[in-house]
């Protein structure tokens, strides 16, 4: 098995990113939506650049940058990196350019500083809008001026200026200009002219207010470039024994701006004189992946454009489906007595499980309540309804991930919080992010306990909950809810020994139980009898997964992978692959829940589960997957996959060359798009159905 073929992750992860490009290139999505993807295609590769590239240069950084890494070295790793975005660079602007064309024929107008001088009503306005909103907001920094160059703020975007030919023959001087986006909309709305409507960016604002912003300047030419800087997310943790580990997170991360440069985009018609004195200000190199980009950078705040065409450029609403069950009865706790609920997001209302938390706040005989929170909601009701259950009396206990990346502030605002009103708050285990998704309701009803349980693939997080697809398992079978307790204990007393029958718990038992289960199909295809494995994720790369995947392949077992994101496997390999088949769907909704099921000799096996198989997630993290055992919803889960595998509209077929075909569809067969498919499912379950 030396001589297995596998992808890099990162190229992997490109090529996902790819999959967002094709639908913001797809003229066959609704073009207010192909706006939102190119955000979303901005914003990822943001993040890919923190997270991934960061971790490669350290790699490189510690001398590491000749060793082999997934079948190379990440010299060689970065170099390919840098050209495949050069390469999503081009087709992005080629994109852009498509889309402003489309939006022209709806009479909408993305204009610049050029256009808008040859109208009076607009430039008149746009002056206006600049002395009034924008202006305030401008600090320029004279680089002529100051002895040391500025540190770039990441997430944010410059404005580089060149101010030239003075009367006096004058050399050009140099600023940056931050453009405000924090406390501004990018997108500028001007007055309609006859049918036509138009929209500036305050970036181009800015850029017809040069000569207002430096009028103290004898200079006849103003020129300006977007600049960006991105860099490492990795927070800097010091070893201080005086401080608590919340002041640790605090510190990391007001740190965080000050991370190495992992990625500087500038514009590629940017004067060369100003580019170097930008480079050689900064620090960079090469290895800091310079690449040139278009006019604009940023463009994750296109997931916020204006529509003003009307609702025909988005798709149809698709307000969540109530739970038939849930909807009609006010005691949630009341239906778990005699049924499992599994809830289905963003195609099942999200309010239900709040509703479970409110009910559990109130009820006089509820006496704890503990819940694990990795992301939450800006305004969240499930903070609300825990603060509530506080003030009514109840322990409350909270464990907290602190180091979930991008919301380890808000997670410190609303951990305080929560300690205000007397919640106990539990920062996790060390050395082992916590990454569960769980609740425990706890009931004393006379001399009975009852526990209800919450098992979920994704945060309890209403805003996602609107946009991405996870699962949501409720129970008060004593099998799960027995063990999840058994969780909670193990969060508050971490130095015993537990153990799992039903749940399986990483990072100690989870890798094993999926080996034993995928042991036992190699055994069944072995001796002839049904064998077959369906996961649906969002990234498979652990390696030693991988191997084991394999390993079944060989033995005859049938493996449909429905994967997001990352896919180190490369199917259809003979003598390693030929029986796998992969798949990615990207469409309107963020495919995000977790879901394997095993064959098992027809009485199959199904599992829920918070963790994707990265090493990570099952050697690094507390993740929980939880068995399903209601027969029904056991149907339901297999019928999610199915639908899933029979999409021939947005499902790509994950190969070798990475080049996302789309899934043909045979002559004669109807159109099968998963995400809309589903949507009808829920609406005729909401029936009772």
Excluded at 117 to 137: A, C, G, H, I, T
Excluded at 143 to 165: M, R
Excluded at 538 to 549: F, G, Q, S, W, Y
Excluded at 610 to 630: C, F, G, I, K, Q
Aim: glycine share 4%; hydrophobic share 40%.
């Amino acid at each position: 098995m030396s001589t297995r073929k596998i992808l890099t992750r990162e190229l992997s992860w490109l090529s996902f990113n790819e999959r967002v490009l094709q639908e913001a290139e797809n003229k066959s999505v609704p073009l207010a939506e192909r706006i939102k993807f190119l955000g979303i295609f901005s914003n990822n590769l943001d993040e890919f650049f923190k997270v991934r590239v960061a971790s490669i240069k350290r790699m490189i950084d510690l001398g590491m940058g000749s060793k082999r890494y997934e079948g190379s070295r990440p010299k060689n790793v970065l170099s390919d990196i840098q050209a495949k975005v050069m390469e999503m660079q081009t087709k992005f602007s080629a994109i852009f350019k498509d889309i402003k064309d489309e939006l022209a024929k709806e009479n909408i107008l993305i204009v610049d500083e050029k256009y808008i001088q040859n109208e009076p009503l607009l430039s008149e306005f746009v002056e206006r809008f600049f002395s009034d909103k924008v202006l305030p907001f401008l600090t320029p920094i004279m680089l002529s001026n100051i002895d040391n160059f500025p540190e770039l703020k990441d997430k944010s975007i410059y404005l580089a200026t060149k101010l030239s030919g003075g009367r006096h023959n004058d050399k050009p001087i140099y600023s940056l200009i931050e453009i405000p986006t924090a406390v501004m909309d990018r997108f500028i709305v001007l007055p309609s002219i006859g049918d036509k409507k138009f929209i500036m960016l305050v970036d181009d604002v800015i850029r017809y207010s040069l000569k207002n912003i430096f009028a103290i300047f004898n200079y006849e030419h103003h020129e300006a470039y977007t600049i960006k800087i991105t860099r490492d997310a990795e927070l800097d943790i010091d070893n201080d024994l005086s401080q608590s580990f919340l002041e640790k997170i605090e510190k990391g991360v007001s740190n965080r701006k000050k991370g190495e440069p992992v990625r500087f985009v500038y514009d590629r018609d940017i004067a060369q004189d100003l580019l170097e004195l930008i480079i050689e200000g900064l620090e960079l190199d090469n290895e800091d992946n310079l690449i040139p980009g278009g006019r604009y950078h940023n463009f994750k705040d296109f997931m916020a454009f204006p529509n003003i065409a009307g609702k025909h450029i988005e798709y149809p609403p698709t307000p969540p489906n109530p739970h038939f069950l849930l909807e009609k009865n006010p005691s949630t706790m009341e239906i778990l007595q005699q049924r499992d609920i599994l809830l289905h997001f963003p195609y099942q209302k999200f309010s239900h499980f709040v509703s479970l938390l409110r009910e559990a706040a109130i009820d006089p005989k509820v006496t704890e309540i503990y819940i694990t929170l990795y992301r939450v909601a800006k305004n969240s009701r499930v903070i609300n309804a825990l603060i509530n259950a506080c003030r009514n009396g109840k322990k409350v206990t909270v464990v907290v991930e602190l180091q979930a990346r991008f919301d380890e502030k808000a997670n410190i605002y609303w951990s305080q919080k929560l300690e205000e009103v007397g919640a106990n708050i539990l920062f996790g285990i060390k050395g082992l992010k916590v990454h569960s998704k769980l609740v425990l309701i706890t009931r004393k009803d006379r001399n009975r306990i009852e526990n209800y349980a919450v098992v979920s693939t994704g945060n309890f997080h209403e805003g996602n909950a609107s946009v991405y697809t996870d699962l949501a398992l409720m129970t008060s079978d004593k099998r799960i809810t027995k063990e999840v307790k058994r969780v909670f204990e193990f969060f508050e007393t971490p130095y015993r020994n537990y153990s799992y029958k039903h749940l399986l718990v990483s990072p100690l038992f989870m890798r094993k139980k999926f080996y034993l289960l995928i042991d036992n199909e190699i055994a069944n295809a072995k001796a002839g009898l049904p064998a077959f494995i369906i996961v649906k994720i969002n990234n498979l790369v652990d390696t030693e997964m991988v191997r084991k995947l394999h390993e079944a392949n060989n033995a005859g077992v049938k493996i449909r992978l429905i994967v997001r994101g990352m896919c180190n496997i490369i199917p259809g390999i003979p003598g390693q692959s030929e029986n796998i088949e992969a798949v990615s769907i990207v469409d309107k909704f963020l495919e995000h829940s977790r879901l394997i099921i095993f064959c098992n000799n027809n009485d199959e096996i199904h599992y829920l589960s918070s963790a994707d198989w990265m090493t990570r997630n099952l050697d690094h993290r507390v993740e929980v997957a939880a068995p399903v055992y209601d027969p029904l919803i056991k149907a339901e889960l297999k019928h999610i996959v199915e639908t899933a595998l029979s999409d021939n509209v947005k499902a790509r077929i994950l190969n070798e060359t990475q080049s996302n075909p789309f899934k043909d569809r045979k002559n004669g067969t109807p159109e099968i798009r998963s995400q809309f498919k589903l949507y009808e499912y829920y609406q005729q379950k909401s029936n009772g159905e």
